[in-house]
């Protein structure tokens, strides 16, 4: 550990916490899925995670193998960072309906948000097919595999994904965190860039360009990217969490969470 170098360790832990926001942000969110199980005259619950785990909680607990209610309890789980709990709530309801693509792509999304990358992979392959490819699912992959040191083949399905999406943001995010993660710098700049001139780039891409310009000994630019066009307070939370990550000496622990402040992230997915 010692002899991996300052840059290495940093970017292990934070490339992570980034990559799966950026991975995760195309995928399908709680607002997706309530629709079959909420009443049109009740108000969906996943304004608020908290009651959405109760609300979804309670009626997974009812009839578990109702996969519309194990696919909602689920994502209300992962939207509150509750990331075993989620894993084994798919588990249990792709046993019971195992042809289920919606909650295979769930269960490999919980198992990434875990850190089980492996198995992630492995089970998001079987949650969309070679003559039917979910980009989303594509990129959440690669996401996958980056994690696991093997960038060739993340970036083999990151061109996949951009084939049927072409200049998606939250794609070429993961794939700019891919040259992160190599620590090619001004290459992951250039990707993070073309993400970022996106229509639909969200904060998340801004704030991971700030921190690849950043790191490149660039901390005025950088400051400039992350609060461009933000209020004031989460202008403010941005560059704090931009300093933080770039003045520490040993970098956070691999494999430990990286906190994202709430400006970089408009939800959980």
């Not at 948000?113 to 949650?127: K, M, Y």
């Not at 780039?201 to 066009?229: P, W």
Request: glycine content about 8%.
């Amino acid at each position: 550990m010692r002899q991996q170098s300052i840059l290495a360790r940093l970017l292990a832990s934070v490339a992570m916490a980034a990559i799966l926001a950026a991975g995760l942000g195309g995928c399908q969110t709680m607002s997706d899925v309530t629709g079959s199980i909420t009443s049109k005259a009740e108000p969906a619950p996943d304004a608020d995670p908290r009651r959405a785990v109760d609300v979804y909680g309670e009626r997974y607990r009812a009839n578990p193998k109702d996969p519309d209610a194990a696919l909602a309890y689920g994502q209300a789980l992962r939207a509150t960072g509750q990331r075993a709990q989620a894993v084994a709530v798919f588990e249990q309801a792709t046993i019971a309906s195992p042809g289920n693509k919606a909650l295979l792509a769930g269960w490999g999304r919980a198992l990434a948000d875990n850190g089980n990358f492996q198995q992630a992979f492995d089970v998001l392959s079987r949650a969309h097919s070679p003559e039917n490819p979910d980009w989303r699912i594509l990129s959440v992959q690669g996401a996958a595999l980056d994690q696991l040191g093997r960038h060739d083949e993340a970036r083999n399905y990151y061109a996949s994904a951009l084939k049927i999406v072409p200049e998606e943001p939250s794609v070429l995010s993961n794939l700019g965190l891919s040259y992160v993660l190599s620590k090619d710098l001004p290459k992951a700049e250039e990707i993070l860039r073309r993400a970022y001139a996106g229509r639909k780039a969200d904060a998340r891409v801004r704030q991971n360009l700030g921190l690849v310009v950043g790191l490149q000994g660039r901390f005025a630019e950088a400051e400039t990217i992350v609060k461009a066009d933000l209020p004031a307070d989460e202008a403010a939370a941005n560059v704090a969490y931009l300093k933080e990550m770039l003045s520490r000496k040993d970098g956070p622990r691999i494999g430990a969470p990286a906190t994202i402040p709430v400006a970089s992230a408009n939800r959980p997915n």
